[in-house]
């Protein structure tokens, strides 16, 4: 990915994750994300239906756009190369601080257990550098 690409995803962008559905339907959630190590990285809980359709169906698109500039984005396709356990909290902890500049994740349930959805970008599209006017 490029510089601009990778740079979408270290701000507070809302990040759209699609899988596909059992029945072949698409699914699209919002979420937040990071890249780090040339992988797109995304939190989310066991047992959610991304995470199930992932489990079965690896294949993904995530599509990113700038808060401030709607003409600024990425879409990307890919594969979740790994689901990484984050029962502690790190990475969502991160992406706390990352999206509402808050140390710990306000979320947290006893219940759940966190997971991180490591995603390696194969096509990557970035819209040509324009502004909005106005």
Not at 25 to 29: G, N
């Given at each position: 990915m490029?510089?601009?690409a990778a740079g979408l995803f270290s701000?507070?962008?809302?990040v759209y994750l699609a899988t596909v559905m059992n029945d072949g339907?698409?699914?699209?959630?919002p979420?937040?994300?990071n890249y780090e190590?040339?992988?797109i990285l995304i939190n989310t809980a066991e047992g959610r239906i991304k995470h199930k359709n992932v489990l079965r169906d690896p294949r993904v698109?995530?599509?990113v756009t700038a808060i401030d500039n709607p003409l600024d984005m990425v879409t990307?396709?890919?594969?979740?190369?790994?689901?990484i356990p984050d029962y502690e909290y790190k990475h969502a902890d991160k992406l706390t601080l990352q999206y509402m500049g808050r140390e710990h994740y306000p979320f947290k349930r006893d219940d759940e257990k966190r997971v991180i959805l490591k995603i390696k970008p194969d096509q990557v599209f970035v819209l040509p550098?324009?502004?909005?006017s106005g």
């Open positions: 490029n510089e601009k701000e507070k962008n809302l339907a698409p699914q699209v959630s979420v937040w994300a190590d040339e992988h698109a995530v599509s990307i396709r890919g594969i979740v190369v790994d689901l550098e324009l502004k909005m």
